[in-house]
T-cell receptor, first 113, second 116 residues
Framework: GENVEQHPSTLSVQEGDSAVIKCTYSDSASNYFPWYKQELGKRPQLIIDIRSNVGEKKDQRIAVTLNKTAKHFSLHITETQPEDSAVYFCAAITAYNTDKLIFGTGTRLQVFP | DTGVSQDPRHKITKRGQNVTFRCDPISEHNRLYWYRQTLGQGPEFLTYFQNEAQLEKSRLLSDRFSAERPKGSFSTLEIQRTEQGDSAMYLC??????????????FGSGTQLSVL
């Protein structure tokens, strides 16, 4: 089955700096890769996703890149702000015979003013 | 509120008791998922429904756990004879499940279970 690894587990940056979170997946058939942001005590919220037929996707200050050959994908946050502080989870899903998201272990991002 | 709603938000119970949680998905979403999340970890898949059919169950789901979605709308997750290891946040999510591409999952706020 699918296995998703995520690094780093914690990340501290200064406001205005960039943050990068990386994930690797094991199942080469995986074809959908969302990222969720979870603030303390709140629900995970989808912030961006990418499908396997695309190498990069951007939405304002956040972007996701996908390298299918290496089976890894990354979240990039530019010009970080204190409100970006949260736990970020990557996930992967396989289209064939199952439709469940497998999540990484999360990255706690702290943005210091 | 048109999002996924879960009830209750918090549940404290004694070991050995049964508990039941409810999830109301986004209207017209035909896929419903249950996940479990412990502190510092990502959500772990438990089970999911396509309409009223339970299509997959994780090996994490022991015989003490049962989920239903009788009319293809709301779902319930029951844990019998609770154990302290069952303490976790139980998250429900739904997706529209239309077509062949994977759909975005929308999560509820979860039910925080504490087993004493």
């Amino acid at each position: 089955g699918e296995n998703v690894e995520q690094h780093p587990s914690t990340l501290s940056v200064q406001e205005g700096d960039s943050a990068v979170i990386k994930c690797t997946y094991s199942d080469s058939a995986s074809n959908y890769f969302p990222w969720y942001k979870q603030e303390l005590g709140k629900r995970p919220q989808l912030i961006i996703d990418i499908r396997s037929n695309v190498g990069e996707k951007k939405d304002q200050r956040i972007a996701v890149t996908l390298n299918k050959t290496a089976k890894h994908f990354s979240l990039h946050i530019t010009e970080t702000q204190p409100e970006d502080s949260a736990v970020y989870f990557c996930a992967a899903i396989t289209a064939y015979n199952t439709d469940k998201l497998i999540f990484g272990t999360g990255t706690r991002l702290q943005v210091f003013p | 509120d048109t999002g996924v709603s879960q009830d209750p938000r918090h549940k404290i119970t004694k070991r050995g008791q049964n508990v039941t949680f409810r999830c109301d998905p986004i209207s017209e979403h035909n896929r419903l998922y249950w996940y479990r999340q412990t502190l510092g970890q990502g959500p772990e898949f438990l089970t999911y429904f396509q309409n009223e059919a339970q299509l997959e169950k994780s090996r994490l789901l022991s015989d003490r756990f049962s989920a239903e979605r009788p009319k293809g709308s709301f779902s319930t997750l029951e844990i019998q004879r609770t154990e302290q290891g069952d303490s976790a946040m139980y998250l429900c999510a739904s997706s529209s499940g239309q077509g062949t591409v994977n759909e975005k999952l929308f999560f509820g706020s979860g039910t925080q279970l504490s087993v004493l």
